[in-house]
């Protein structure tokens, strides 16, 4: 087994249909921030969260960023606070000691590759991608190719992108502290 398999069997892979019943849209940041404090419980609790657990940190998560005006139903999540974001909602879902976003960086295979090898996780703003357009969404690790495992908000599974399909944008380096 490689390194990428054994570590991903926590790692959450929730997706935007997944959540709101229709009342939420644009929600690919909440979604996202979702996966890491899932994956970050799971890994800690040695067990998958259930359902109804998910839906709660999902909505805990999109109430908090509605109240702190970090987003919104019509526009989805303001890249610029995301950083600030991120941290209220590691905080509010109790994970803080667990997940810490860090610096942010231009997507590029290298610097994702870079921060990956740190044992971090990355939180993507995508600019004007040809499938995803502007989006938000989680890289945890590479797999036996380099292909980057991506929590891409849109599929339940596992989505591979390389370096020619990862985008452009910024990213987040989400440390994971246990």
């Given at each position: 087994?490689?390194k990428?398999?054994?570590?991903?069997?926590?790692?959450?892979?929730?997706?935007?249909?997944?959540?709101?019943?229709?009342?939420?849209?644009?929600?690919c940041?909440?979604?996202?921030l979702t996966?890491?404090i899932?994956?970050?419980?799971?890994?800690?609790?040695g067990?998958?969260?259930?359902?109804?657990?998910?839906?709660?940190?999902?909505?805990?998560?999109?109430?908090?960023?509605r109240?702190?005006?970090?987003?919104?139903?019509?526009?989805?999540?303001?890249d610029?606070?995301?950083?600030?974001?991120?941290?209220?909602?590691?905080?509010?879902?109790?994970?803080?000691?667990?997940?810490?976003?860090?610096?942010?960086?231009t997507?590029?295979?290298?610097?994702?590759?870079?921060?990956?090898?740190?044992?971090?996780?990355?939180?993507?703003?995508?600019?004007?991608?040809?499938?995803?357009?502007?989006?938000q969404?989680?890289i945890?690790?590479?797999?036996?190719n380099?292909?980057?495992?991506?929590?891409?908000?849109?599929?339940?599974?596992?989505?591979?992108?390389?370096?020619?399909?990862?985008?452009?944008?910024?990213f987040?380096?989400?440390?994971?502290?246990?």
């Amino acid at each position: 087994m490689n390194k990428a398999s054994i570590n991903n069997s926590f790692f959450s892979f929730h997706s935007t249909a997944e959540f709101g019943r229709g009342y939420y849209r644009n929600h690919c940041g909440p979604t996202a921030l979702t996966n890491l404090i899932v994956t970050a419980l799971q890994k800690q609790q040695g067990r998958k969260l259930p359902e109804e657990e998910i839906k709660e940190i999902f909505e805990k998560t999109a109430s908090l960023g509605r109240r702190r005006l970090i987003y919104n139903r019509r526009y989805g999540t303001t890249d610029l606070f995301l950083w600030f974001y991120a941290r209220a909602v590691f905080k509010n879902n109790g994970v803080s000691g667990l997940l810490h976003p860090a610096a942010r960086h231009t997507i590029s295979g290298k610097n994702a590759r870079q921060i990956l090898s740190k044992g971090s996780y990355i939180l993507i703003e995508l600019f004007g991608h040809p499938k995803y357009g502007w989006h938000q969404m989680v890289i945890y690790d590479t797999d036996e190719n380099g292909r980057f495992i991506t929590a891409d908000g849109f599929s339940s599974e596992p989505v591979f992108l390389d370096d020619n399909t990862i985008g452009r944008g910024l990213f987040l380096e989400i440390k994971h502290l246990s």
